[in-house]
């Protein structure tokens, strides 16, 4: 039943784009400090994620508003 779902999505939407976001929390020194990677991926052919390409630090500011935009 889930390939269908699969099948079903990727011939809908045909995705082009995927991002991968990660955050780490601060350690267990008390240090509250998060840091955030983000990592994009094209979509090549049958979904299959390829080029991986990180984030700048201004590309992640930049999707960051992009996402905050009403």
Request: aromatic fraction near 10%; glycine fraction near 8%; hydrophobic fraction near 30%.
């Amino acid at each position: 039943m889930m390939k269908n779902i699969t099948n079903n999505f990727c011939n809908t939407y045909q995705p082009i784009k995927a991002l991968l976001i990660c955050q780490k929390q601060g350690g267990d020194d008390g240090n509250e400090e998060h840091s955030i990677y983000v990592e994009s991926y094209d979509i090549g052919k049958f979904g299959k994620p390829i080029n991986a390409h990180p984030l700048t630090f201004k590309e992640t500011l930049q999707l960051s508003r992009l996402f905050q935009a009403s």
